[in-house]
Every structure is written in C-alpha cells, then in structure tokens.
C-alpha cells in the first residue's frame, strides 16, 4: 500500500512540501527575493566591518552628496549628513537594529500569538470567549497610538520597542490560528485520534501543529517586512532607537529639515527599506503560494 496513502494528514503535507522544495527554486520571483534578502542580510552582518565609525563627525565635509553627483567623492560614497556623519555607514550600522527589532519582535508575536490561537481554538468554550475578548481588546488600540502612549512612559529602549511591536501584532496570529484550528479539528483524521485516545497535547503536536505551520511561517515571513516599516516610522516620530545609535526611521527624520539642500539623507535610507521590504515580500508571498499548493 502506497505510504502516502495511510500516513496521516500532517505527514503527508509535509511529504508533499519536500517534493515541492525543488520546485521553489525554479520560481524566478523567489529567487529574485530571497537574493535580496541574502544581501541585505550580509550587507547587515559583514557591512560593519568595512565601513567607518557611524558617529564620526566630520564638519568640514557636511551634506556632502553621494559620489554619483556632483561634488561627491569616493570617501563618502552615499554623502555625509549634517554632522558630516558617513551615510553609508550610518545605513549598515543602522540595519542590525531594525532587522533585529522587527525579527525579535515577529518571534514574540508568533509565540504568544500561537499559543492563544491554539487554546482558543481547539478547546473553545469559555476559554474560546476570554481569550478572544483579550484579543479584541488589544486589536482596539491603534498601533500609533498604544506605541507613544507606552514609549512616553518607558522611554524608548531596544526592549521596549520590540515589546510594544509585539503586542501590537500577536492578535494577528491568535486570530489566524484559531481559525485554522477550528478548520483543522473537525478533520477526520483528529476525529479519529481523539477515539483512539490520543491526548490533546499529542493531537495537537503530531495533528493539527504541522498543517498549521505552513500558514505561520508565511504570514511571519510577510509581518517581518512589516516591523521593518512600524520599527522605522517609529524611529521617524524620535520613539525608535535613540541617537547616537543610528537607525534607518531616526536618519530619515536627520534630514527632514534638510530635503531640498541635502534629499539623499532621507531618500537614500528609504530606498533601503522599500528595497529591503520588497524582498521579504517577494520571499514571503511567493513561500505562502507554494506551501499553500503543498497542503
């Protein structure tokens, strides 16, 4: 008898999401996007160990332009800002921030969101009504408003700014999980286990987590582009990473008052995010299309 046949639903997914991992690499978009994010990524990780001191200050050579216009130089090969401060390294020393904030911050917001989900769904009930009352509670606070009315108070910190994007954002999860969950335990084959025994803990362990996870990892993939924008707009209103330590949302707000004289200290760190969010994007949706044909 065919293996694919008697293995249970979970196996079998991820059985087909093995013979489609060759396929994903045939899909150009993919590529494109994943070869994005690998040089964003390295930029991020090796960059720092080429590039100047990103607090260097060089008065003599302030809002100097890029090198690929007039009265650049090589020295300074995306301008100087008002301080004379090196943009591009500004730019790399400013990515591990954002891409660590917004990947952290994604991480806690899968894991609580998971959990919530998880419970809510599959044992319903008055568990199902108090947990989605807390979720639509936390859904009512407008992103901006729940991060200045918490940041204010805190101050804006590493740790605080992960936090507040990932209670702005587990709702999301607990809210696609459950759903998903509910869907999941009316199966057959979850039917079958719970007559056969089986453990809630084991059913959803070994039945109903691996026909999930799909789903998760390419929202997750999708929401890290997401907290790069949050994280930055953040930065941009000064309740981000807070000077001297360089960040991609509080660069754009350096060169606010300086946008017709100086453009590229705000244009050229958002050219990053956008190139940056394109990436993760391309990766994330094109992930959600092919896990979605693997189920």
Not at 40 to 62: A, E, Q, T, W, Y
Not at 118 to 128: A, E, K, M, Q, R
Not at 270 to 291: E, K, M, P, Q
Request: glycine share 8%.
């Amino acid at each position: 008898m065919n293996n694919e046949t008697v293995a249970p639903k979970g196996e079998r997914t991820e059985m087909v999401a093995k013979k489609q991992l060759p396929i994903l690499f045939l899909d150009k978009t993919l590529l494109f996007g994943l070869c994005v994010v690998t040089f964003v990524v390295l930029l991020g990780l090796i960059g720092p160990f080429f590039v100047s001191d990103p607090g260097k200050m060089d008065v003599v050579n302030r809002l100097k332009p890029p090198a690929f216009l007039e009265g650049g130089t090589a020295q300074h090969l995306l301008g100087t800002d008002q301080l004379g401060r090196d943009l591009l390294s500004r730019l790399v020393h400013g990515m591990k921030y954002s891409a660590v904030i917004s990947i952290v911050a994604v991480a806690f917001s899968v894991i609580f969101g998971s959990l919530i989900g998880l419970c809510s769904g599959y044992f319903g009930g008055w568990v199902d009504t108090i947990l989605m009352r807390i979720t639509d509670i936390q859904l009512a606070f407008p992103f901006i408003i729940f991060a200045v009315a918490v940041l204010s108070v805190t101050g804006p910190s590493f740790l605080m700014i992960t936090l507040v994007l990932a209670l702005v954002n587990w709702p999301t999860y607990a809210r696609v999980i459950r759903s998903l969950v509910l869907s999941e335990k009316e199966r057959d084959y979850v039917k079958a286990a719970k007559i056969l025994g089986a453990s809630s803990r084991r059913i959803v362990k070994n039945y109903i987590a691996p026909n999930i996870i799909p789903n998760v990892l390419a929202l997750s993939t999708l929401d890290i582009a997401a907290m790069v924008i949050a994280e930055s707009i953040l930065g941009f209103i000064g309740l981000g990473i807070q000077p001297p330590d360089p960040s991609w949302g509080n660069i754009m707000a350096d060169g606010r008052q300086y946008i017709e004289t100086a453009w590229w200290i705000t244009t050229i760190p958002g050219i990053f995010i956008f190139i940056s969010v394109l990436g993760i994007n391309l990766v994330g949706d094109r992930l959600a299309n092919h896990l979605g044909k693997a189920r």
